[in-house]
């Protein structure tokens, strides 16, 4: 998998201008004159980091982690989705991937990042659950795990600079569970995850960068082995 999209070797020198300039002009117009610099200088380095990062995961977190660099999989469309987005502008302008654990790409819990020109967001998550899923998770905060959850997530909120959890998805505890219960705030969401955001290292364009990151996601490994085990 490797050979056929090289080695990662860092993002191009024109990585992070092409990114703060679709910021600055979020249209295709500049997209199509810039798409020489996204092709070379982060579509292929981001494959390429997947691959890397997955290989490097699998060594020293989780031998069943599993990835594709290839959108729908590991990548993320830079083109955002506008059908129900009151916001058109047309691209993203932040790099996503993600590294799920076992077979399921969209139900799995997954080592998540971010890449901006400014910060880069790494952790763990899960994202939407429904019906028997949801409820497992829900029983399982409630439940003798939820003490697990909760001191993995005080571990990491002391230890790790800025984590914290992602936004609620309700405003309310669902019903059949007490508002009041002291692990409420896990109950308001369907989906979990936990990250911290750090100013982007200047080894973004050099090989080190995939070690660096691998070192941050490994961070949330605990919290990655809680949702595997009760999600």
Do not use: C
């Amino acid at each position: 998998m490797a050979t056929a999209i090289g080695e990662f070797e860092g993002f191009g020198p024109e990585a992070m201008s092409f990114l703060n300039g679709l910021a600055a002009d979020n249209t295709k117009a500049f997209f199509d004159a810039h798409r020489s610099v996204y092709e070379s200088d982060i579509a292929r380095p981001m494959k390429q980091l997947v691959v890397d990062v997955g290989e490097r995961l699998a060594d020293s977190v989780d031998p069943a982690v599993s990835y594709e660099p290839r959108v729908g999989k590991s990548l993320f469309r830079i083109n955002r989705d506008l059908r129900f987005s009151k916001d058109k502008t047309p691209y993203n302008t932040h790099l996503d991937a993600a590294w799920w654990h076992g077979a399921e790409v969209k139900t799995s819990p997954a080592f998540i990042v971010r890449i901006t020109p400014d910060t880069v967001l790494a952790g763990v998550g899960i994202y939407g659950l429904t019906g028997e899923r949801l409820a497992r998770y829900r029983d399982a905060v409630v439940g003798a795990p939820g003490d697990e959850l909760a001191s993995i997530v005080s571990d990491l909120r002391r230890r790790v600079k800025g984590a914290g959890l992602s936004d609620a998805s309700r405003k309310r505890v669902p019903k059949g569970y007490d508002p009041d219960h002291p692990r409420a705030e896990f109950l308001l969401r369907d989906g979990f995850h936990v990250s911290s955001s750090v100013s982007t290292p200047t080894s973004i364009t050099d090989a080190k960068f995939a070690a660096w990151l691998t070192r941050r996601l490994a961070k949330f490994s605990e919290l990655q082995r809680w949702l595997i085990a009760n999600v």
